[in-house]
């Protein structure tokens, strides 16, 4: 089925923010139902959480240096309207290094994995952790999780977000997204 | 697993913070809202055992309207949500409606230790291997349904609320037969 793909103009914007307590950036996207936080998470906080669970250490380093976001979406429209908003992550693409590419999705990350790698309680966590890779929202609902992007800590790249409204397809572009350093480059 | 215990001692409060970032702090509280669910879906029955060891099966609330809750303690809008939560069922405890926390995928002293600082009234259910989430039209953390109390799945929430909102428990207190 084609469908009409609709730029955000007009009402889209971004802004960078940056938490003066702990360092971390922050970039908030919105358009006319949607609000898209991505918050940049270190990778000694994804160690620090699968270290808590069976998970063996190439995972762990696998998961800690993929770029993860602490992601929220959520649907800003109005109750009273017609404002139902989709999301397929599979959707989204990034631009790194020249190259454009889909966002890790946590089904072939689980798929990927042996029983010595995760064991299932672990695999809840990443299972129920990361970012849910399609869903709908009415408005007043939101969802939480993390997003990854498989570039090493540091990089910088631009990330094309894709949702529909009501069957429509929109789209816009959050640039120059920076993925957390590793510990060995904070000062 | 090589090299790795399977639990280590890192404080609850500090994978609190960890995880959390202050990613939802500060966000202005918008309409609190419930999706009414459309046709008649059928809530998928359970028997889960609470952190007290009672066993507590969702058909056997039949007549009366059921908030089911699903969450974690990592997660931070289910962390958010349990104080109006508690707040909510402190509320309508005595008016025949039932609330719900089914936790997913953690053991008791985890939640126990969790709930010094959160605590709740309200029974906590156990799905440590997640079977029953799996059962249900769940995508992400946290989410609440409102059964009716003929069985069906009346609203559903997806992520954090105000539960102890006045017109939110209105319209639970309206599936009353």
Redo the contacts between chains.
């Keep these: 089925m084609a469908l009409l793909v609709l730029p955000a103009l007009g009402t889209a914007g971004v802004k960078r923010s940056t938490?003066e307590e702990?360092g971390?950036k922050?970039w908030h996207f919105t358009d006319s139902i949607i609000a898209i936080?991505l918050?940049?998470?270190l990778p000694d906080?994804t160690r620090?959480?699968l270290?808590?669970?069976?998970?063996?250490?190439e995972v762990i380093e696998q998961m800690a240096l993929s770029c993860m976001f602490?992601t929220?979406i959520?649907n800003?429209g109005e109750?009273s309207g017609d404002n139902r908003l989709s999301i397929d992550l599979s959707d989204w693409r990034m631009q790194f290094a020249g190259k454009e590419g889909p966002v890790m999705m946590k089904e072939p990350l689980l798929d990927s994995w042996s029983d010595?790698d995760a064991?299932?309680?672990a695999r809840?966590?990443v299972?129920?952790?990361m970012?849910?890779s399609?869903?709908d929202?009415?408005?007043?609902?939101?969802?939480?999780?993390l997003t990854a992007y498989g570039i090493p800590p540091g990089s910088r790249f631009d990330l094309q977000v894709t949702w529909q409204e009501n069957g429509v397809l929109h789209q816009g572009t959050i640039k120059n997204i920076e993925c957390a350093p590793d510990v060995d480059k904070l000062k | 697993?090589?090299?790795?215990p399977?639990?280590?001692p890192?404080p609850v409060w500090?994978?609190i913070l960890?995880?959390?970032?202050?990613?939802?702090c500060g966000h202005a509280r918008?309409?609190?809202?419930l999706?009414p669910v459309p046709g008649k879906v059928l809530a998928p029955d359970f028997t889960l055992i609470d952190t007290n060891g009672k066993q507590h099966r969702l058909s056997d609330y039949r007549g009366k309207p059921v908030i089911i809750n699903f969450w974690?303690t990592?997660?931070?809008?289910c962390r958010e949500e349990l104080p109006s939560m508690n707040r909510a069922w402190h509320t309508i405890r005595e008016e025949g409606v039932v609330m719900l926390a089914i936790n997913?995928?953690e053991d008791e002293d985890t939640i126990f230790i969790f709930s010094a600082d959160y605590p709740t009234d309200f029974p906590i259910l156990m799905d440590?291997?997640?079977e029953v989430i799996e059962q249900w039209p769940v995508?992400?953390?946290p989410t609440t349904y409102v059964v009716a109390p003929d069985g069906r799945i009346a609203y559903?929430?997806?992520?954090s609320?105000e539960w102890d909102d006045a017109g939110l428990l209105d319209k639970i207190r309206a599936l009353r037969q």
């Design positions: 938490n702990n971390l922050k936080e918050v940049q998470r906080q620090a959480l270290m808590n669970h069976n998970f063996s250490r602490q929220i959520r800003t109750s010595t064991d299932a309680a809840l966590v299972r129920w952790g970012f849910p399609q869903q929202y009415q408005p007043g609902d939101y969802n939480w999780g | 697993m090589p090299g790795l399977a639990r280590l890192v500090l994978l960890l995880l959390a970032g202050c990613a939802v918008a309409e609190q809202t999706t974690t990592w997660c931070p809008p997913m995928g440590q291997s997640g995508k992400g953390l559903r929430a997806i992520g609320r």
